[in-house]
T-cell receptor
Framework: QKEVEQNSGPLSVPEGAIASLNCTYSDRVSQSFFWYRQYSGKSPELIMSIYSNGDKEDGRFTAQLNKASQYVSLLIRDSQPSDSATYLCAVNIQAGTALIFGKGTTLSVSS | DAGVTQSPTHLIKTRGQQVTLRCSPKSGHDTVSWYQQALGQGPQFIFQYYEEEERQRGNFPDRFSGHQFPNYSSELNVNALLLGDSALYLC??????????????FGEGSRLTVL
């Protein structure tokens, strides 16, 4: 069974702090990795994609991938209350666009 | 530029009934995927349509079926509804069937409640 694991949270951080979200996956042949943000009652929105080992930065967001450890993380710098949402980790294994999602981590940023 | 649109947004059915959900992809997209998201869970892949054919399928029973039309829009049909089918059904479209060249754009979903 191919799985993607995330801590459900809630993860609570004060405004301006760094939020660190983690994800592990079970299938070593996983190729593509994604972080989606989902506000309550809304649809998932892609915020980061990463395909190779290392770090990828986009504004306040940094995705980190370690394929040897089967681990992917998302750092959010200078967290804002508007970042409060559920963050979904998703992994693509086979050819095609089918994604396996984790259950998501709920982030709460307090002002 | 219209994004992914889904209808209806909410619906209530009873056990044993059948339901059809509709999706129009983002302009220029030819690939449509459907996901089921139960409360408190991440989305689960149901199937993907490309060139009017089912290209990939997740671990869902045959009660779940779909169709893609020549204009790339798609339908999801669920027969013999069970209480456990209550969920948010998300449609996602992409430029290509391949994840490394086609970002998934999600619609706002159809919330199905089965009583």
């Amino acid at each position: 069974q191919k799985e993607v694991e995330q801590n459900s949270g809630p993860l609570s951080v004060p405004e301006g702090a760094i939020a660190s979200l983690n994800c592990t996956y079970s299938d070593r042949v996983s190729q593509s990795f994604f972080w989606y943000r989902q506000y309550s009652g809304k649809s998932p929105e892609l915020i980061m994609s990463i395909y190779s080992n290392g770090d990828k930065e986009d504004g306040r967001f940094t995705a980190q991938l370690n394929k040897a450890s089967q681990y992917v993380s998302l750092l959010i710098r200078d967290s804002q209350p508007s970042d409060s949402a559920t963050y979904l980790c998703a992994v693509n294994i086979q050819a095609g666009t089918a994604l396996i999602f984790g259950k998501g981590t709920t982030l709460s940023v307090s002002s | 530029d219209a994004g992914v649109t889904q209808s209806p947004t909410h619906l209530i059915k009873t056990r044993g009934q059948q339901v059809t959900l509709r999706c129009s992809p983002k302009s220029g997209h030819d690939t449509v995927s459907w996901y089921q998201q139960a409360l408190g869970q991440g989305p689960q892949f149901i199937f993907q349509y490309y060139e009017e054919e089912e290209r990939q399928r997740g671990n869902f029973p045959d009660r779940f079926s779909g169709h893609q039309f020549p204009n790339y829009s798609s339908e999801l049909n669920v027969n013999a509804l069970l209480l456990g089918d209550s969920a948010l059904y998300l449609c996602a479209s992409s430029l290509t069937p391949f994840i490394n060249t086609g970002e998934l754009f999600f619609g706002e979903g159809s919330r199905l409640t089965v009583l």
